[in-house]
């Protein structure tokens, strides 16, 4: 697997879907942009799709095997926090996940880019990375 690929285009990705999260349905190039954004997914999927959902199977048979498994585009945020190189989310973003040794709280797995990788986070305080690309 070519990991700077996968992290370059990772980004590519999130770099859109943040253009798109600026955007309100009425600016008249939303359509564009999300079809772009649409075509990168498709793209993303394609070349790096069953590398990452085989990442996501391990993930969650340690951390969340009662959760269904969905496609690694499903992960992505609808927003990232970018600051220079770093990249981060909000606790609203990811998708909820049952965690067996936090049941009473809300849990989410997330990917992120720069190194690719990915974070449960529990409840807004607790953050952790599962899962690094190439480790």
């Known amino acids: 697997m070519d990991l700077v690929a996968l992290d370059n285009d990772l980004r590519k990705l999130v770099g859109k879907r943040n253009q798109l999260s600026e955007m309100d349905y009425g600016n008249e190039a939303y359509d564009d942009v999300e079809e772009?954004?649409?075509?990168?997914?498709?793209?993303?999927?394609?070349?790096?799709?069953?590398?990452?959902?085989?990442?996501?199977?391990?993930?969650?048979?340690?951390?969340?095997?009662?959760?269904?498994?969905?496609?690694p585009i499903a992960y992505l945020a609808k927003k990232y926090i970018v600051d220079g190189e770093k990249y981060d989310v909000d606790f609203d973003q990811g998708v909820y996940v049952e965690v067996d040794d936090y049941l009473d709280q809300d849990t989410k797995l997330v990917i992120l880019p720069n190194p690719t990788r990915i974070m449960l986070q529990i409840n807004k305080e607790d953050r952790n990375i599962v899962w690094t690309a190439g480790q």
């Open 36 to 71: 772009e954004l649409h075509d990168l997914e498709d793209d993303f999927s394609e070349k790096f799709g069953d590398f990452l959902e085989d990442a996501f199977y391990d993930v969650h048979d340690e951390f969340c095997p009662d959760s269904d498994v969905l496609m």
